[in-house]
Nanobody
């Protein structure tokens, strides 16, 4: 299986910025087959949602609520992915998780994530 270690969460005020990082490890054949890195988040009482993803060609996609504020960076050679979050809003408060996708789909193994709390 693939393992994820997210870092960089914490408490920030609305309007501030924060960068999350994720290191991905696992069996080599799984890492080589990975073609997408993504960031998910889950706010209290809500379902987990895909926030942003990037593929090996550098194509990115963002959920509507973060477009223009968040930027995803991925290094498939180093198996790392980062999420630069600017102009944070109260509604960005959530536990953030990184994940990776192979042709068979997103990994079913989730880490504990990293808590991001935005205060007013």
């Amino acid at each position: 299986q693939v393992q994820f270690v997210e870092t960089g969460g914490g408490l920030v005020q609305a309007g501030e910025s924060m960068t999350l990082s994720c290191a991905i490890s696992g069996e080599l054949y799984m890492l080589r087959a990975t073609n997408v890195f993504g960031w998910y988040r889950q706010a209290p009482g809500k379902a987990r949602e895909l926030v942003a993803f990037i593929d090996r060609n550098g194509h990115t996609n963002y959920t509507e609520s973060v477009k223009g504020r968040f930027t995803i960076f991925g290094d498939f050679a180093k198996n790392t992915v980062h999420l630069q979050m600017n102009t944070l809003k109260l509604e960005d408060t959530a536990v953030y998780y990184c994940n990776s996708k192979r042709p068979t789909g997103w990994s079913l193994h989730w880490s504990q994530g990293t808590q991001v709390t935005v205060s007013s």
